[in-house]
Nanobody
Framework: QLRLVESGGGLVQSGGSLRLSCAASGFTLEYYAIGWFRQAPGKEREGVSCISSRDGWTYYVDSVKGRFTISRDNAKNTVYLKMNSLQPEDTAVYYC??????????????????WGQGTQVTVSS
């Protein structure tokens, strides 16, 4: 059974940092591109970052450039999202998901499958 599990969310003050993890079970994560998405209350799900399966091609939405870093550890079958300088507007449920991107990846949720259950990130001002 293909499964993704996010962890690492929590409550942090403005300016703080968190590292989210997306661990895969039942399949090998290195063969897939991984995307991180977030959804705040009353808002649509937004593509935050993604990393391709090869060459480490990455994408970041403008609002997180310079603050968030996506990386993958294929030996641990895990993808990470390191979030620095967190702001209240980063508060959301964060999800990871897989797609078939090899040398690039998409920021559109419509190409992704095998979603995790999400992890809550709350940034207080």
């Amino acid at each position: 059974q293909l499964r993704l599990v996010e962890s690492g969310g929590g409550l942090v003050q403005s300016g703080g940092s968190l590292r989210l993890s997306c661990a895969a079970s039942g399949f090998t994560l290195e063969y897939y591109a991984i995307g991180w998405f977030r959804q705040a209350p009353g808002k649509e799900r937004e593509g935050v970052s993604c990393i391709s399966s090869r060459d480490g091609w990455t994408y970041y939405v403008d609002s997180v450039k310079g603050r968030f870093t996506i990386s993958r550890d294929n030996a641990k079958n895990t993808v990470y999202l390191k979030m620095n300088s967190l702001q209240p507007e980063d508060t959301a449920v964060y999800y990871c998901a897989t797609e078939h991107g090899v040398y690039s990846c998409s920021h559109s949720q419509h190409t992704y499958f095998s979603w995790g259950q999400g992890t809550q990130v709350t940034v207080s001002s």
